[in-house]
């Protein structure tokens, strides 16, 4: 962060606050806010946007010309998109939402609902489907729907757009049928739509139907229907996160993730491997399909911009791709969130610990699918408290990244840093 003796950044945005005051502008740069997957997870997210809210000025607008989001991080882009005339009312909604949480605001957690679904999928298992029918999901996201419908009013983000107060949002399903990932954006502005292998972008008017789609985890919820095909989660076949608000113009990134990315202890040789279990398995493909793509679309973004460097341009043209650099801030949290949930993991309801116990979810590897699926108070509380912290620690480059002022072209916590840029 720059700045002078005389006069702190902080100042600085707070000076800047009758400029900005009615205004739909955000600065020269356009800056996308680019949230991943992250079932209850999520609420990390909220604890830095919450941040982000405590050093723009009062009162602000979103600061964000583009938001991007995927299954979890779809919700919270659009709930944000929804309100982007005043940001921090947007932010005091969304963690009004979070940390009251109880699974039952997300899907059926009754015993019978349980207990039905239970027996639905062991008897398709064993029958093969004969008779009762394939069971169409482990849960039923119903609540889901009634919540999000209550929260986003209908025409709200298509408002915040025509009003000028977001450019662009983009939310990213995958389509079973066709086997692409699509990214549905809302634009302000005229953005051609754009195909790469196995993934496009498709303009469209967002909807609760495309929030659903996009956090329909394949097997946990069930696939939406969206025009001739049924969509699940946005994180699976899209291998490129950033890539939709590169294509709608952003300049910099600021990217959440909810993983802490510090590597794995390699096992001890002398101990006996465990037989991973169905929840551990489970929460291994959670994991992979929420995180991995967007840290390896982080790699690219990092070698394209060293090459860049190297080459002295600021922009290479081709007859395929227009590369230029972008910076990206990343967030991410520096506690393992496996851990923090084992101490919530009682808040859930009896019906629900019984089923995640026998799939084998409650023991170091089947936590992390514990951990995507704990949507119980304690536990989101306690991870928007993480999300604040972290963020208010890195005080300085966010506030250079929101005032348009140099930031290294890949700025995160220096151990991801170095895994990055090798």
Known sequence: MKGDATTSPRDVLASSAPALAGRPVRGAQRKALVLPGAGARGAYQVGVLKAIAHLLPKPSENPFSIITGTSAGAINAAVLASRAGHYERAVIEMEHVWANFDASQVFRTDNWTMLKSSLHWLVALVLGGLGVGNPRSLLDNAPLRELLMRRIPRGAITRSIERGYLDALAITASAYTSAKSVSFYQTRLPIEPWERVRRVGEPAKITVDHLLASAAVPFVFPPVRLGSEYYGDGSMRHPAPLSSAIHLGADRLLVIGVRDERPEPEPDPAVEPEFPSLGHLAGYMLDTLFMD??????????????ILSELGTTHLHSPVHDLRPIDALIVVPKEDLRQVAKKYIGELPRAVRMLLQGVGAYG??????????????????ELIAMGYRDAMEMKDDLEAFLLDEPIERLDAPQYLKERLEH
């Open 364 to 381: 170091r590897g089947g936590m992390q699918l514990t951990s995507y699926l704990l949507f119980e108070s304690g536990f989101t509380r």
């Open 293 to 306: 793509g967007l840290f390896a679309d982080l790699e690219r973004l990092t070698r394209i911009n060293l």
